[in-house]
């Protein structure tokens, strides 16, 4: 693959981004504009196409994205020069960069933020078989979810990022704010978001019913 | 623009308000034929374009859709005199003279209403990522959505409303009835009627699980 | 109108109750084979189009539907003669009879079933703009909703029904079942169902967190 | 139906598996890549018709489907030879065997879970007209949905299926996963999981609410 990215390959990357970005808002994940996907292009210089910022996550078109670098800032020349990334599209690039993650999704969804206000120092999931989804064991394996304060700096943020990151746990929540969730490619990514919803949502319920 | 309303100007209008109806339909926030949609077509004399009452909202027609003026009344020799609006439009054409709204969405969704029962002096929403989807800051910034007791006198809560009137918070709940959510345009109104809900439905349950 | 009931005004019937019948399946409110709808053909006698019995509620069709008289039994020399009506026929018809109902829906939606629980004596609504949904007053008005205990003997849930029917109140709770709720056609039927579940589900809500 | 299975009728089914994999997904019951369905196509040999595995369940295709036999491993000399049978097949081959089914569905929903940790020994439901869903009655039965440990074992699953296994309760709860629920066909057993849903969703509240 050249280093130079076409227009016809971003547009495919926006395409996946946008199908993707409307099944989230179908499910009421990224209500407003909220959230924001990325998916890596090319991994040395590090380039992601990122959703572009203030946009109906349920109405995205292909066109609605942009490359960014390995800080998150766009790339000059690129296809879609008219198009603005996301402040945080700075933190999709320090996880693509750091758990070498192939695509980021950033929800807004309630579970896990919910989950933060009790746990602040991470969310603990285990002995579930759901874990899987995560790559991880349905038995004997306790994964903490890290919880990090919410910022608008993105550097500070991806700092915190790193002093918890565990390449074993995909997910990353951002107290008061939402979630991040990566994998190999977009598909890998969504799953695992789904499957962190569902694990959160039970560990939150059984825990309000005083069961664990 | 001519300050004569033509029909097929007011018909795109009806097919904007009858789209973004049949999305929150779909979201059961228009339950019955309830909640109404507006969207400014002149400033001066106001004139809005209002969803016709007692309709189905997921099955509205671009046709279903009457001119009120600043007080809400059908006024005379519009495309569509055989349209009645709600009462509520009084309240609509208030809300947009006051704010100087583009669109307004009158919704019953159900975290606010709730959250009118726990916090009838208004509800405070504060430190989260999702405020800036209502124009506000995700920290030091706090907002407090005004509560109103419900009225079938739409003058009576205009002038509540006008009391508690912040220029900076494009919402306003009415207890025991719904939310009228506004802003430059019909996506504008919806997605921070979106994010009000998010922000609303955290903070209710991040209060009953006691964390605030 | 003829006293004949055609194939093709039964058809017409039918299409009708079985896109109403997939509104409600997609609501998730006929699990299972569960619920059925009526709507009035003839009044004297009585002639309703129900629903047939044992079919999934999102995929029936238009000649899924069976002819019944005043007490519910699939009348002779029908266009569907091959069809059967549920038991609950029995009960559809009753309520048509005594309320003069032109459309009743039954459907097993959680928040009434739940409430039955709270207040077996009936659910108490009141202070609620929603109310004007059920053809009740937001203000200055109580609406108690009848809860009878559930039983396979229609006439006797009938003679309960009769026990307790108010000709302002269009809902009847099946205790640990389900509930019933009519209206001059199938639509305003559907829109009373819709408003009573909101109405319910808020008093619940707002009932457990001590406000009511 | 002679013994060969052919790759037209393994098509057929696999169609069928993958239109009902899409519903349970709509409802969010397939999270991720999780659960499974099959379909008998053969008593003796057992064969079953089994989802592949890994896939996304919102999209499967007909051919993602595997044949297996009475241990869940999938068959040589079969039409799909490419595709992998879940582990869990083990279970649904088993479950097919002692309890007749022609189709079973598991899935990952949240109330039986969650009912699981409030009643370890068996959940408990009775007395609810949606029970005539799962062939038993509304009045005058006691029905336990059986609960056992999860395990990646699935002949140690298998075992403690069969130790509680009761032929007139067609669903078994796996604690901490995930539930299977069983049918005539794969309608049957898709309407069973739907009320089972709804039985453990009403018990589980009005358990929470301190009705039961």
Redesign the interface.
């Known amino acids: 693959m050249s280093e130079t990215i076409t227009g016809a390959e971003l547009e495919r990357a926006g395409a996946a981004l946008a199908a993707e970005s409307a099944r989230f808002a179908g499910l009421g994940w990224m209500?407003?504009?909220?959230g924001n996907l990325s998916v890596a292009l090319r991994s040395d210089p590090l380039r992601l196409a990122v959703t572009a910022s203030g946009r109906?996550k349920g109405l995205l078109r292909a066109e609605d994205v942009v490359v960014v670098d390995a800080d998150g800032a766009a790339v000059p020349d690129q296809p879609r020069p008219d198009q603005r990334p996301s402040a945080e599209a700075g933190l999709h690039a320090r996880i693509a960069r750091v758990a070498g993650a192939g695509a980021v999704v950033h929800v807004?969804v309630?579970a896990p933020?919910?989950a933060a206000?009790?746990w602040p120092g991470g969310v603990v999931l285990r002995?579930?078989?759901?874990l899987k989804?995560l790559g991880r064991g349905?038995?004997d394996d306790v994964v903490t979810v890290p919880v990090v304060a919410?910022s608008?700096d993105m550097t500070w943020l991806g700092d915190r990022f790193e002093d918890g990151f565990d390449p074993a746990t995909p997910a990353l929540i951002?107290a008061?704010?939402?979630v991040y969730v990566w994998g190999d490619d977009l598909?890998q990514a969504r799953?695992?978001a789904?499957?962190l919803?569902?694990l959160v949502?039970?560990t939150l319920?059984?825990n309000?019913?005083g069961?664990?």
Chains 1, 2, 3, 4 share one sequence.
């Open positions: 209500r407003g504009t909220s109906d807004h309630l933020v919910l206000e009790r002995d579930l078989e759901m989804g349905a038995h919410n608008q951002v008061r704010h939402g598909e799953h695992r789904e499957c919803e569902w949502s039970f319920a059984a309000q019913a069961h664990i």
